[in-house]
């Protein structure tokens, strides 16, 4: 009989493949418990300390169960563990030491932690071993499902690894059904990505894309937009694998983490990055990397995947771009935003993006919730308030059982206490708004989290210009570009162009934190006055830009920088700086009278008056002029003459031609409005006003005062004498470029045209046209008013009643009416109301009233636009 065949031995039933379990005992005890049941449930046995009492001393006992056991397990936290006396080292590395060289190991560290520096340095040998498998975890669940899953997949590399001659590698570990796709399976709708969606899909398809970066701030929906790219994607590739990397905070462990998702195990001594290239050569991989933001330096490891893995393409989702050869970054934008609730209509509001993801996630939450006409208003302005961030319009959507939408909308002065979920199966650095962001700066460098706080002066968009200048002499400020940058790479900061000028922004629950941190800073005083006065500096520089052709650029740069104007000025005022101000605020006249902004600035000077600190001469005149020409423009402000005139005198003192002539103009239009109207008085004051200014120096205020006199002219009975004035401001202000001058002159005109009886539509319809390019939303009034009484005085009731209600809806969105045009359109009104047409009259004015804005414009310009 001859000798058996060698072969491998045979095991009887009881002898099952034996788990060696290290770990220190108290401070991982559940984790202990919880990597037994997983070693059980594979029908494995686990070999472990403290199974069962043994008369043999420590040492020896944990020495004999390594000798008899096919696998180690080291899970490691932050305790060193014990030395025994007469030792040097612990028995948790003693266990490593003895494991046999070729006894496969895996490695789990629990995170986060705070390691003893014994501890660190095992784990730094075990690293360099290069023998192991290195896993993070962080929770006991995460632990058995890790431990669970790569001793299956370990299991089915040995019987590869069985069948063949030669040793194990990765060639012969890498089988696809060992490893196959664990795609993270999306609990709710991807709602407004379907554009994203499709534009990575694209980019995909493309075999010159390798690496695709989903780069945004936290909450922005990376995450779930790489889910949804990866269940949809098809073509060109073979497999698509999800790496998530929230867990790892070592750069070293995202390339391990990579393979053990593909099912490639370290074997031998080649880098793991040349295994995994002859494991997948030959296979169209789509490779997802998930949260890199905190692995940064790893992006070096995926260049040399790139040359190791010729047919693999990464999506790839950070905070921060990887800033690697050949990258694409796409910009996770907020979600489209609904329109003005005030304008648009409930289907307009409804299809935005944001209110589509408030709706479904408040379903979730509330079934039995719908969007009416009563709260589609709160829930627009609930996502305008969130700019179309996801995780705070859900989070904030998840309130809909407490809270209804006008009540939460009433509590998002501070946004960061509402926007907390409990959901226990989201990560705890997204279950709040403020940990999401928390968790992005822990990743700046030191220069840029001083940076991030020092910002928090900003209450809106800001330029280079004004960081430099609130950061001018801080010791971390060196390379402010370098350090802004980090910010904008960390998507801490937004980067965009207004008025050809680069801007940055933060989102609200990004600003509110900074804005925190930054009031907590004890040279706050310091910084806001310098804050202060960069904005200062600002206006005096946009102010002269403001006439002229120059008007729309400077328009829009004040619009960038509005909300800083404010609270600029807001803090020089409370700490008695008011001269500054005041002087600021008269420069930029112009800008709150075109923007509608009349009544804030109004309620500054009145704050200036009160605030109770000696003021210039001049100052007081500004505030009491400003304030005075505002309450013409409001219905019923008792206009005080005396405080006009006496501003007269102290612009006249202070030898301020411009300033005397502009409060002579509002003494001029107060005239006109008392009991008798004083048309001869006005009309000297007003030609005094002219004589003091020349359209060389000033030529937008000198048009203003040109019309002022023409609308006297018409007011007294001489429709002729204002429209010959009329169009001589017209003609000079179109050689000029002044758009604003234009667009009242236009109104002015047409009101004296209707003085003689003839109707000019065209006319308000291109002030209508020029307020709508300008956003004079106070002048979208006069429009709508000119235009409805064109078509009274052609007997177009139903036209002239919705024109009029319209501009009432018009007039109530800014709070202004100038008293003059009441007395200009009011007469059509009173006539209407009179006649044996009320009825229908007041019908349409109602109709009018409730139009969405959008719709009152098409309804205006397409009457200007009829034949005649």
């Known amino acids: 009989m001859s000798d058996p065949v060698p072969g491998p031995p045979i095991r009887t039933p009881d002898q099952r493949l034996r788990i060696f379990v290290s770990s220190t005992l108290k401070e991982l005890e559940p984790e202990r418990r919880a990597a037994r049941a997983a070693i059980e449930r594979l029908r494995l046995a686990p070999v472990m300390f403290e199974l069962g009492a043994r008369p043999h001393p420590p040492q020896r006992l944990y020495r004999a169960y390594l000798e008899q056991s096919d696998v180690f397990v080291g899970i490691y936290w932050q305790s060193y563990g014990w030395i025994a006396p007469g030792d040097e080292v612990s028995g948790l590395e003693d266990e490593y030491r003895l494991a046999p060289a070729d006894m496969p190991k895996l490695i789990y560290l629990k995170q986060p932690a705070e390691r003893e520096e014994r501890?660190?340095?095992?784990?730094?040998?075990?690293?360099?071993?290069?023998?192991?498998?290195?896993?993070?975890?962080?929770?006991?669940?995460?632990?058995?499902?890790?431990?669970?899953?790569?001793?299956?997949?370990?299991?089915?590399?040995?019987?590869?690894?069985?069948?063949?001659?030669?040793?194990?590698?990765?060639?012969?570990?890498?089988?696809?059904?060992?490893?196959?796709?664990?795609?993270p399976v999306p609990y709710t709708p991807a709602v407004g990505r379907e554009h994203d969606v499709a534009t990575l899909l694209r980019w995909l398809s493309d075999d010159t894309e390798r690496v695709i970066t989903l780069v945004g701030p936290g909450g922005m929906g990376k995450s779930r937009l790489a889910i949804e790219v990866s269940h949809a994607v098809r073509e060109p590739f073979d497999r698509v694998t999800f790496v998530a990397l929230e867990h790892v905070n070592d750069p070293a462990e995202v390339v391990p983490s990579i393979a053990r998702e593909l099912g490639v195990r370290v074997a031998g001594d080649r880098p793991l990055t040349a295994?995994?290239?002859?494991?997948?050569?030959?296979?169209?991989?789509?490779?997802?990397?998930?949260?890199?933001?905190?692995?940064?330096?790893?992006?070096?490891?995926?260049?040399?995947?790139?040359?190791?893995?010729?047919?693999?393409?990464?999506?790839?989702?950070?905070?921060?771009?990887?800033?690697?050869?050949?990258?694409?970054?796409?910009?996770?934008?907020?979600?489209?935003?609904?329109?003005?609730?005030?304008?648009?209509?409930?289907?307009?509001?409804?299809?935005?993006?944001?209110?589509?993801?408030?709706?479904?996630?408040?379903?979730?939450?509330?079934?039995?919730?719908?969007?009416?006409?009563?709260?589609?208003?709160?829930?627009?302005r609930i996502c305008l308030a969130l700019e179309g961030v996801p995780l705070a319009i859900e989070l904030a959507a998840a309130r809909i059982r407490a809270l209804t939408p006008s009540a939460m909308l009433g509590r998002l002065d501070r946004v960061l206490p509402l926007l907390v979920t409990a959901a226990r199966d989201i990560p705890e650095r997204q279950r709040t708004i403020q940990a999401t962001v928390e968790w992005s700066i822990q990743l700046l460098s030191p220069e840029a989290r001083a940076l991030f706080v020092r910002l928090g002066v900003f209450t809106g968009d800001f330029s280079l210009d004004a960081v430099e200048a609130v950061t001018a002499g801080a010791p971390w400020a060196g390379d402010l570009l370098g350090t802004l940058l980090e910010l904008v790479d960390g998507s801490l900061l937004r980067q965009h162009a207004d008025a050809g000028v680069p801007l940055y922004s933060m989102l609200v629950p990004v600003r509110e934190i900074a804005t925190a941190r930054f009031q907590a800073e004890p040279d706050t005083e310091s910084v806001r006055r310098a804050h202060g006065e960069h904005y200062l500096r600002l206006a005096a520089e946009i102010e002269p830009l403001l006439q002229g052709p120059t008007q729309a650029v400077a328009?829009?740069?004040?619009?960038?920088?509005?909300?800083?104007?404010?609270?600029?000025?807001?803090?020089?005022?409370?700490?008695g700086a008011v001269d500054a101000v005041a002087r600021v605020v008269w420069r930029l006249f112009l800008y709150w009278w075109i923007r509608g902004q009349l009544p804030e600035a109004k309620a500054w000077m009145e704050d200036i008056l009160a605030a109770g600190v000696p003021l210039r001469s001049h100052t007081r005149a500004i505030a009491m002029g400003l304030s005075s020409w505002v309450s013409l423009w409001q219905p019923g402000t008792e206009v005080d003459l005396g405080r006009i005139e006496w501003s007269v005198a102290l612009f006249h003192a202070v030898g301020d031609r411009l300033g005397e002539a502009g409060a002579l103009t509002a003494l001029?239009?107060?005239?006109?409005?008392?009991?008798?109207?004083?048309?001869?008085?006005?009309?000297?004051?007003?030609?005094?006003?002219?004589?003091?200014?020349?359209?060389?120096?000033?030529?937008?205020?000198?048009?203003?005062?040109?019309?002022?006199?023409?609308?006297?002219?018409?007011?007294?009975?001489?429709?002729?004498?204002?429209?010959?004035i009329f169009d001589g401001v017209l003609a000079d202000a179109r050689r000029t470029g002044d758009r604003f001058v234009?667009?009242?002159?236009?109104?002015?005109?047409?009101?004296?045209?209707?003085?003689?009886?003839?109707?000019?539509?065209?006319?308000?319809?291109?002030?209508?046209?020029?307020?709508?390019?300008?956003?004079?939303?106070?002048?979208i009034g006069y429009a709508l008013e000119g235009l409805a009484a064109c078509a009274a005085v052609e007997h177009d009731i139903e036209r002239a009643g919705v024109l009029f209600g319209a501009s009432e809806t018009a007039r109530l969105r800014t709070g202004l009416v100038d008293q003059r045009a009441d007395r200009t359109y009011r007469p059509f009104i009173d006539r209407m109301l009179a006649s044996d047409r009320a009825v229908e009259f007041e019908s349409a004015r109602e109709r009018g009233r409730r139009m969405p804005r959008p719709a009152a414009l098409e309804f205006a310009l397409e009457y200007a636009g009829a034949p005649r």
């Open 119 to 183: 501890l660190g340095r095992l784990l730094a040998r075990i690293r360099d071993d290069g023998t192991a498998s290195y896993t993070p975890f962080s929770s006991t669940r995460q632990l058995a499902t890790l431990l669970q899953a790569d001793l299956a997949t370990l299991l089915a590399e040995r019987f590869d690894a069985s069948r063949t001659v030669t040793a194990a590698t990765a060639e012969t570990a890498d089988d696809p059904a060992a490893a196959p796709e664990h795609l």
């Open 275 to 380: 295994q995994l290239g002859v494991a997948r050569a030959g296979r169209r991989d789509l490779i997802v990397l998930d949260s890199f933001e905190q692995v940064l330096p790893a992006a070096a490891d995926i260049v040399t995947l790139l040359d190791e893995m010729p047919d693999a393409t990464f999506l790839v989702t950070s905070r921060a771009r990887l800033r690697v050869r050949g990258e694409r970054v796409f910009d996770v934008d907020p979600l489209g935003l609904p329109p003005d609730p005030a304008r648009a209509s409930v289907d307009a509001i409804t299809q935005s993006a944001a209110v589509r993801l408030f709706v479904d996630r408040a379903r979730a939450a509330d079934p039995r919730f719908e969007v009416t006409a009563e709260n589609v208003e709160g829930i627009a």
């Open 555 to 575: 328009l829009a740069r004040l619009d960038a920088e509005r909300d800083n104007l404010r609270a600029a000025y807001r803090h020089q005022i409370s700490v």
């Open 668 to 724: 001029s239009i107060a005239s006109t409005a008392t009991t008798p109207p004083d048309l001869e008085r006005a009309e000297a004051l007003q030609r005094r006003a002219l004589e003091l200014v020349s359209a060389r120096e000033h030529p937008t205020f000198e048009a203003v005062f040109r019309n002022a006199l023409g609308t006297l002219l018409q007011t007294k009975g001489d429709p002729d004498g204002a429209i010959a």
């Open 742 to 779: 234009e667009s009242i002159t236009l109104a002015n005109s047409g009101w004296a045209w209707l003085a003689r009886g003839e109707p000019r539509p065209e006319l308000f319809a291109r002030h209508l046209e020029l307020s709508l390019q300008l956003g004079s939303e106070n002048s």
